[in-house]
């Protein structure tokens, strides 16, 4: 493979980088405003709660590099930065304006940094791109689990969030939220389905955000309910089948 810099989200027709450069100084205004109304947490919340279910997925592997594909202003790569002290975590973005946010949020930051461009070449134990899918056109959307898949390493992992259309308050977020304008969630049979045409293996899938309070109880209740779709957002693992470890596409 060449050592050559891809912009693959937009090659895979994500939403253009303009609209998201549009929203970005108030990106975090415009996603809280939402959120207030139905659940009275902020941004910061939800990534704690994403980092919380990462760990509890990958407690067994040895977590030495993350990418965050799709990163926005930097805020779930802040949180995994703080919960693996070992690891080297480096946020991607499609939006300029989103990733100098997060280059000024977090500077100094050791073992964080942030990007617009991933070169082919690079390899990580764990990929994680959280609530990015529904913003890619339909026909692009296994373009782009195939090219990230390119960044997983062979025992690698790759996690999936995305908003549960089956859940009125995730509609109710989404419909209402600027950056969300015209965008189709993706369904979890949907994704299962192009899951497996990329040759990837389902490892978990798991409905998530259930409960909007942070204490342990909750957390403990909400996973032993993961499999019933209550959750605002669902999480899917995903790691290499024959397909995808035989090296074949090509970004």
């Given at each position: 493979m060449s050592g050559q810099n891809n912009n693959c989200s937009e090659k895979a027709g994500c939403t253009p980088a303009t609209s998201f450069?549009?929203?970005?100084?108030?990106?975090?205004?415009?996603?809280?405003?939402?959120?207030?109304?139905?659940?009275?947490?902020?941004?910061?919340?939800?990534?704690?709660?994403?980092a919380c279910y990462i760990e509890i997925v990958c407690r067994k592997q040895k977590l030495r590099r993350i990418l965050d594909f799709g990163c926005g202003n930097g805020g779930l790569s802040a949180v995994l930065v703080q919960n693996y002290p070992e690891a080297e975590i480096v946020g991607y973005d499609v939006s300029s304006r989103q990733i100098a946010s997060a280059r000024e949020r977090y500077k100094g930051r050791a073992r964080l940094s942030f990007t617009e461009e991933l070169r082919s070449v690079d390899s990580y134990d764990l990929v994680v791109t959280a609530c990015v899918l529904h913003h890619v056109k339909l026909e692009d959307r296994l373009d782009l689990l195939m090219q990230l898949l390119r960044f997983v390493g062979e025992t690698g992992r790759l996690i999936v969030f995305e908003h549960n259309p089956l859940n009125p308050v995730a509609r109710y977020i989404v419909d209402h939220c600027r950056f969300d304008q015209d965008v189709a969630l993706i369904y979890p049979c949907q994704l299962k389905r192009l899951a497996r045409q990329a040759g990837l293996t389902i490892d978990e899938m798991a409905y998530v955000s259930i409960f909007p309070w942070a204490t342990g109880c909750f957390r403990k209740v909400e996973w032993f309910l993961r499999h019933l779709p209550l959750g605002a957002q669902y999480m899917m693992v995903l790691s290499k089948g024959k397909k995808a470890s035989a090296g074949k596409l090509v970004l």
């Open positions: 450069d549009r929203y970005a100084d108030k990106y975090d205004y415009y996603l809280e405003s939402c959120l207030d109304v139905v659940c009275h947490q902020n941004g910061a919340f939800f990534h704690k709660l994403k």
